[in-house]
């Protein structure tokens, strides 16, 4: 029985986050320019978008661009927005075919225009649809979007709008980006790096990790296959026993 054969489609995860690291060590190990890896690596998102979607993940979050990507040297910063940009032309007959609806966080606006007309273009065009969302993370980072959001509930209050013991969890969940996507559940990291990288951090709380050492863009269908697994393997608390939880689902059943 082959991996895709052993997943219980009825326990996918909702929503998938990726930490796509490597690009630029696969081309340094076979002698290319960083470029090229960066290149290579949007086979891996082709594989990954076609297997959220066959399996029925409602949300993937890709981070393909943080904002500490700008002190990068500028001809790979000028070659990955020139990668966005023929990448989002590309792809849109088959997000449309695949019913796949594009959405974006971050600091968009910092985007060069080229990039950000493309990508504000590509959402427009998928917005009706109603399969997979996948969210491109771009010019992002955590602690860009907790200042934000910080900002945006203290002007709430500068305004009367609402008093500081008004404040509560869903208030900031409201302010951030992702509002009206749910938190992860299972976030991958390629390359074998063990780090977070300023990703998600509040939203990620009770997210499953799974870490692996190959190169994004070696990262296959059985890769995704892989993690996918691992998650279903794993038993999800948010706090409680193991005792509580089987009693909560017998519950549940009944």
Not at 155 to 184: F, H, W, Y
Request: proline share 3%; net charge neutral.
């Amino acid at each position: 029985m082959g991996l895709k054969e052993q997943i219980d489609k009825n326990k996918v995860p909702v929503h998938v986050a990726v930490i796509m690291d490597g690009n630029g060590r696969w081309a340094r190990r076979r002698g290319f320019a960083r470029t090229l890896g960066h290149e290579k690596g949007v086979d891996a998102v082709r594989n990954t978008v076609e297997v959220a979607a066959e399996l029925g993940i409602k949300y993937l979050t890709l981070y393909a661009f943080s904002t500490e990507n700008w002190n990068r040297p500028k001809y790979e910063i000028d070659a990955l927005m020139h990668i966005l940009v023929d990448s989002l032309r590309g792809e849109m007959k088959t997000m449309m075919k695949n019913n796949i609806r594009l959405a974006a966080i971050g600091d968009l606006k910092t985007l060069p225009p080229k990039s950000y007309g493309e990508l504000m273009h590509a959402i427009g065009e998928t917005s009706e649809n109603t399969g997979l969302t996948m969210v491109l993370a771009l010019s992002y980072s955590s602690r860009w979007e907790l200042l934000e959001a910080t900002r945006a509930i203290a002007r709430k209050v500068e305004n009367k709008e609402m008093t500081p013991d008004q404040i509560n969890l869903s208030t900031l969940t409201s302010s951030l980006a992702t509002t009206g996507i749910p938190d992860p559940e299972l976030l991958i990291r390629t390359s074998g790096e063990y780090r977070i990288s300023n990703f998600l951090l509040w939203q990620i709380a009770y997210t499953e990790l799974y870490f692996t050492k190959t190169l994004w863009p070696d990262f296959c269908k059985e890769d995704f296959f892989k993690a996918i697994l691992d998650f279903q393997h794993r038993e999800r608390r948010f706090g409680l026993t193991s005792e509580q939880l089987n009693e909560l689902e017998g519950t549940i059943r009944k």
